[in-house]
Each structure stands twice: as structure tokens, then as C-alpha cells.
């Protein structure tokens, strides 16, 4: 017997649940895209996307998914056989490596551990020892949402500093922006980008890169560069080429009213809202990895994300599917090489403590039904947590 009737809960780390808000903005005719009202929105909305990023540099919006955003990045500021550092701590920095050296770009990994954030004094003694200066970039995501690792951006940007190296750092936000504090002009990072379907609560299909003035003197000399992708095309005057030709209509729509949202709540009480209901999930998780049969998988408390939370345990498979098919509650599965071994809760974006509160209660649920050995109390230490940090 299913107890899966009602609205189901979709709690993986993207495409996270949309505001019926946002819905509702997209649900609209086409219009004009030489006049009027989509004229009006461009300039206001470039705006607001580099408020979330914290930058008084200019943003570009893409007809893309990160994918796309990645490589508008990595064509701007970087040339055929410029070597790129890529600091490893999942699979998603890696990616963005794999994509510079199909561009043609010399990749070097830093090697790190999927249970780990980077250790930025690694970082500053692998660049203090490029004498010569190969490197020209460095490649890092502030989360990374296949080990649930967060890594201390402000940090590594630090690092790059004390080396005394005049790399550029590119830095991935798909899964923070929005979500948890990032701060780009204050941090130092030459390029940043994200993508709309995680923290900013819109449909996949919108990247999002902003580039200071040190990464538009890179651009000058990039011969990746091509037009699509290409800053300086974007800034022309004409207002179909500030999106690559014609504009993404209702993703726009829908990510206005995403940004005005976000704005209402303020980011600070979004980016509390994030960590209180990050810690509810992990007082949860800490009760349940008491029974034996599971764990964290990033083993420092300090370096566990406020967007997801990725757990270990050998029953992840059938776990998924009692969660899903009997009570609608969509979870994450692990990838890369923790496939089958795990699973993730997203708690990130269009999210509240009945989702989160909610879920827990039905992966507990599963727990019992398929005989997962766990520790008890989780619900009421998660609760328990959650009505002390929230007063009346």
C-alpha cells in the first residue's frame, strides 16, 4: 500500500522545486523582442544577477545550461595550450577541467579526496612552485553537489594571493548561488558563474558568468573565444545580441520573479534559512549514523554544504525506490564513483522546514520498511534543533 497521493517532494540538487510564482510568470504569451517590455526588463535584470553574485562587474545571461556557462568562462579569458589548475573535491571542478582540455587547454589536477574540501595551503605551494607562471587559471566550485563538500572559496583566493601568482580564479556557484554567502568582488575571483535551476528557483536553461577587470584584460588576448560565448559581442548595443540572438522569453520572465522573491526575503535571511535547514537534516543524519549502516560522506562537520547533504550506505538503491514509488519523495542519487552507495537531500532553493522535516521523516520511513540498521531520535533531535534556533 503507497502513501504516495498529494504533491511530491523533489529533493535532488537540481532542477530543484520552482515558486508557483514563478510558474505563473512564465505562463504568458511571447512578445516582442525589438520593443517594449522585454527592452525594459534586460538592463534591470543583468543588474539584479550581479547583486546575487556581490560584483560591480558586469554579467552576461546564456541560452545555456553550467555546461554552457563553463565554457562561455573558460573561451573568454583562455588560449589554445594555457595550462589550467583544476582543484579536485567531487566531480564537478574535474568536469570544468575535462571541458578546458577539450578546448585545448593544458589541465593539471590538484588531486583531492571526494571526503574533503581543497586545502588551500596545498594550493599556494603548488603555485609558489611554478616559477615560470604556466599557470594562467585556476578552476574551483564553491559546493560541489556529488560529495556535498563546501570549500572555503574566500580561502583559496587568499592562497592564489600569497603565492604571488597572477593565475586567474574561475570559480563554479552553480550550487551555492543564491543559497549561501558569496562574495565575489570581496573575495577577489576574476570569473564566476552558476546556472538558474538550483538556488535561483527557475528552469534549467539560463547560465549566468560575471568577469572583473582583470579577467576582461585576459579577454583581450583569448583566442578560445568565439562568438556565441563572446563578451564583446554581448556588449554591443543592439539588444538581440546581448543575448546571443533571440532572447530566452519566459526563462527571463521566470527568473525576474525568481531574483524579486529572493530579493523580498533579503539574501541574508535566504542564506539563514539555508543553514538552519542544512543542520536540521544533519542532526538527523549524526542520530541515524549511530545504527552503524550509515554515514556523512565529507567526514569534517565544518566542510559539509548548506545545499546538500550527501550520505553513504549500501541500500541507497532500494532506499531510492521506497522513497519515491511509495511515498513521493524524490531523493538524489550518489554519482561517480559513490554510484549505488549513497544518496543525497537537497536542501537548496524553493525550500521549507515541512519539505525538509517532511523528508526526513519518510527516509526514516524507508529505514524501518527495509530493515536499515539506524539510530533513533532522529526526527525529534532534527525538530527538537529546529524549534530552538526558531523562536516564537
Known amino acids: 500500500m503507497a502513501v504516495r497521493a498529494g504533491r511530491e517532494f523533489l529533493m535532488i540538487p537540481g532542477p530543484t522545486t520552482m515558486p508557483d510564482e514563478v510558474l505563473r510568470a512564465m505562463h504568458r504569451p511571447a512578445i516582442d523582442i525589438y520593443a517594449g517590455p522585454l527592452l525594459e526588463l534586460t538592463d534591470p535584470l543583468f543588474g539584479a544577477v ?3 553574485f556581490r560584483t560591480s562587474a558586469r554579467a552576461h545571461i546564456y541560452s545555456s545550461n553550467g555546461h554552457g556557462a563553463w565554457e562561455a568562462a573558460l573561451t573568454n579569458v583562455l588560449s589554445r595550450g594555457d595550462k589550467v589548475l ?3 573535491s567531487g566531480r564537478f571542478a574535474v ?3 575535462n571541458m578546458a582540455a577539450g578546448l585545448g587547454c593544458e589541465v593539471e589536477v590538484l588531486k583531492g579526496d571526494w571526503r574533503r574540501a581543497v586545502d588551500p595551503t596545498q594550493v599556494a605551494a603548488r603555485l609558489k612552485a611554478d616559477k615560470g607562471g604556466t599557470i594562467k587559471a585556476v578552476l574551483a566550485v564553491q559546493i560541489d553537489t556529488a ?5 572555503d572559496i574566500a580561502a583559496i583566493s587568499a592562497a592564489i594571493k600569497s603565492a604571488g601568482h597572477s593565475a586567474l580564479f574561475l570559480v563554479d556557484a552553480v550550487a551555492s548561488l543564491g543559497c549561501v554567502p558569496f562574495e565575489m568582488d570581496q573575495w577577489g575571483i576574476d570569473v564566476a558563474m552558476a546556472g538558474s535551476q538550483k538556488g535561483l528557483m527557475t528552469p534549467p536553461g539560463l547560465g549566468f558568468v560575471a568577469a572583473n577587470a582583470r579577467a576582461k584584460e585576459a579577454h583581450k588576448k583569448a583566442n578560445l573565444r568565439t562568438p556565441y560565448w563572446d563578451w564583446t559581442i554581448r ?3 543592439e539588444h538581440y545580441v546581448k543575448y546571443g540572438g533571440t532572447p530566452p522569453e519566459h526563462l527571463l520572465f521566470g527568473l525576474r520573479q525568481a531574483l524579486d522573491l529572493l530579493e523580498a526575503e533579503g539574501l541574508e535571511n535566504a542564506f539563514r534559512r539555508h543553514r538552519l535547514l542544512a543542520e536540521t537534516t544533519r ?4 542520530e541515524w549514523a549511530k545504527g552503524g549502516a550509515i554515514e556523512f560522506n565529507i567526514l569534517e562537520p565544518s566542510q559539509r554544504s548548506d545545499t546538500v547533504t550527501v550520505i553513504l550506505t549500501d541500500k541507497a538503491d532500494a532506499l531510492l525506490d521506497y522513497c519515491n514509488r511509495n511515498c513521493g519523495v524524490v531523493l538524489g542519487r550518489a554519482i561517480g564513483p559513490m ?3 549513497g544518496f543525497r537531500i537537497a536542501h537548496m532553493g524553493h525550500v521549507n522546514a515541512p519539505m525538509v522535516l517532511g523528508t526526513l521523516g519518510v527516509v526514516e520511513t524507508a529505514f524501518t520498511a527495509l530493515g536499515v540498521a539506524h539510530g533513533k531520535g532522529a526526527l525529534e533531535a532534527a525538530a527538537s534543533w529546529l524549534g530552538g534556533q526558531v523562536k516564537a
Open 86 to 88: 583544476v582543484l579536485e
Open 147 to 151: 560529495s556535498g563538500v563546501v570549500n
Open 50 to 52: 550581479s547583486r546575487v
Open 235 to 237: 556588449e554591443g548595443e
Open 95 to 97: 568536469g570544468w577541467g
Open 283 to 286: 542532526r538527523a543524519v549524526a
Open 339 to 341: 554510484l549505488a552507495k
